[in-house]
């Protein structure tokens, strides 16, 4: 896929023009369009093709740019910098390349399931869910995350995340594709292939694991998509974070419609975080080993009193405060960090 040089073509074009120059602004914008149509049968997977093409046709738009017109040839390219015959833009570093294709850093989104399940959504809605078996948090063109969850205590309508697969779909140039699975008391530091990173590919280096805390934290950057992944282990139970690109976390079809991190816990599935009946735990007891980890009251404060209380659990502390701690690392507006309901 040649589309970077297309964009690096259309950028040289443009460098100089300035005011009114709208009639060479439209022939470079041509120009730009017939060479994405001449890249398109190789393109069509990747990310940065799809961008540019919705791009150009904004553009167009506001400038008033007819379809018909003349076009440029294309300008010599310089040697390329090194053994792959990369441009100078490395395609697997997303938030370089978007930088430099839009002007501007990338926009962020971020979801998180932890505890009983309780889901933070891309759009920050909370929602406690009671799901059991097998959910999709995330399901589109680049990433695929499904968590199985089992109920938290023998008799209780509460359920926990037991097991969590997170499948890495191929990316040409970038990454082959790449499973990571982790089971209670199994939060592995490498891929289900053995691997740590994206495999042999140029841009291989560009998904890698880190190991936080051995076989209770592991995290996960996919600089090709701009994303970062946490796992944790905290009690009984895994919990998932996920800093995404935007554009990433969009990209999935009408059929791709279940994804508990975009549309959140089915309605039928969801539950009040309210202490009702008895719990294992007095809700009172609970509420005191909350604040010491958590001493804002606020959703992640509430998910953490609801699952003491009805797991027995005083691990689940930890699993609320590691949530908050990812929020604070992931999300693009900590304004928006504590949420009150």
């Given at each position: 896929c040649k589309i970077l040089r297309c964009n690096s073509e259309y950028v040289a074009a443009t460098l100089h023009l300035r005011g009114p120059e709208r009639a060479a602004f439209c022939t470079a914008l041509r120009s730009y369009s017939l060479c994405t149509r001449r890249t398109a049968r190789t393109c069509r997977g990747d990310l940065a093709f799809h961008s540019a093409v919705h791009g150009i046709e904004d553009l167009m738009i506001q400038n008033n740019c007819s379809k018909e017109g003349p076009t440029a040839p294309p300008r010599p390219r310089p040697p390329a910098p090194n053994a792959h015959g990369f441009e100078s833009l490395d395609i697997?570093?997303?938030?370089?390349?978007?930088?430099?294709?839009?002007?501007r850093p990338p926009g962020f989104q971020h979801c998180a399931a932890f505890g009983d399940p309780h889901i933070r959504t891309f759009h920050d809605d909370f929602h406690t869910c009671r799901v059991e078996g097998s959910w999709p948090l995330l399901d589109n063109d680049y990433l695929f995350v499904q968590a199985t969850s089992s109920p938290v205590a023998k008799g209780s309508n509460a359920t926990v995340t037991s097991k969590l697969t997170i499948i890495f779909k191929n990316m040409k140039e970038c990454i082959d594709q790449k499973v990571y699975q982790a089971e209670l008391d199994n939060v592995p530091a490498a891929f289900q292939d053995g691997s740590v990173n994206g495999g042999a590919r140029p841009g291989g280096s560009s998904l890698a694991i880190w190991e936080r805390s051995p076989g209770r934290h592991v995290e996960i950057r996919a600089a090709y998509i701009g994303t970062t992944i946490a796992v944790r282990q905290a009690g009984r139970q895994l919990s998932f974070s996920i800093r995404a690109a935007e554009e990433v976390a969009r990209a999935?079809?009408?059929?791709?419609?279940?994804?508990?991190?975009?549309?959140?816990?089915?309605?039928?599935?969801?539950?009040?975080?309210?202490?009702?009946?008895r719990g294992r735990v007095p809700a009172e007891t609970a509420r005191a080993l909350c604040r010491e980890m958590l001493p804002v009251e606020d959703v992640y404060f509430q998910s953490c009193v609801f699952d003491v209380v009805t797991s027995g659990d005083a691990n689940f502390t930890m699993a609320a405060h590691g949530a908050l701690e990812d929020a604070r690392l992931f999300l693009p507006d900590a304004e928006k960090l504590h949420i009150f309901q």
């Open positions: 697997c570093d997303y938030e370089r390349s978007f930088l430099y294709k839009h002007g999935f079809t009408e059929e791709q419609d279940l994804q508990l991190c975009v549309g959140g816990c089915p309605r039928s599935q969801r539950m009040s975080r309210s202490p009702r009946g």
